[in-house]
């Protein structure tokens, strides 16, 4: 696997564990708040930002106030060094769990239920994604997300860096239309990379012979370097 691809593959597998460990978990909302966490409905979808910050037209020669540039987000209405309480000010609604370093919310794409985390170092938010952590009845539809958020992604940023099938199981024998399937089993990781300015976005979608996740990990600059420090790896990729 592309090296740059598993330092993020494991920030991912960072991300799910936060995320069905903290489900159903930590301390109830109060009551005013429990209604809005259970009825956020943002798509998850808008964690793909514009590519890049969005410039207004030519300043008009007609008096008035001007309009400023519209502002650059890393994740969804954020950017990478915010703290907790900049992060919560940008959500619409309160956090369906916290903990010293995470934030999660509970939300839907599709008529499915997702998480969206994000994950804090030093008090700065340097990681976040999108996860798909619903049983579904069908292998196929987990393969569907994947290849749904892929070309959302690509709208944004362009083909991927890094587009790979990983076969982790040397000795399966993976029919073209058996993919879903495979993943789920364990045999096969799917994985797609883009190295954008200041961050590094992965799509995963990845099995173990009980549960499948699909997930949409964005990282920062700092914390790509950080893990390809500890894993020995030196240069990590990243686009400024």
Aim: hydrophobic share 30%.
């Amino acid at each position: 696997m592309n090296q740059s691809l598993a330092i993020i593959a494991a920030l991912a597998i960072a991300l799910s564990i936060t995320a069905c460990r903290n489900e159903g978990k930590g301390p109830e909302p109060a009551p005013s708040q429990q209604a809005a966490v259970e009825t956020t409905e943002t798509p998850a979808v808008t964690a793909v930002p514009a590519p890049e910050q969005s410039v207004s037209p030519e300043p008009s020669a007609s008096p008035g106030p001007q309009s400023k540039p519209e502002e650059k987000f890393d994740f969804r209405g954020t950017r990478w060094g915010m703290s907790k309480a900049e992060v919560k000010k940008a959500e619409p609604h309160p956090p369906g769990n916290e903990t010293e370093d995470t934030l999660s919310y509970r939300s839907s794409s599709r008529d499915q239920i997702t998480y969206i985390t994000y994950q804090f170092k030093d008090g700065k938010l340097n990681r976040a994604g999108v996860l798909y952590p619903e049983k579904l009845s069908s292998d196929s539809l987990y393969l569907e997300n994947y290849e749904y958020l892929k070309q959302e992604v690509i709208k944004a940023y362009g083909k991927p860096a890094v587009d790979e099938e990983t076969l982790l199981n040397p000795g399966a024998v993976i029919e073209p239309d058996k993919k879903a399937e495979a993943v789920c089993r364990g045999d096969l990781t799917l994985g797609a990379q883009w190295n954008v300015p200041g961050s590094m976005v992965l799509l995963m979608f990845r099995g173990d012979g009980e549960k499948c996740l699909v997930s949409l990990i964005y990282a920062s600059e700092a914390a790509i370097h950080s893990l390809s420090e500890q894993n020995g790896s030196g240069s990590n990729g990243v686009t400024k």
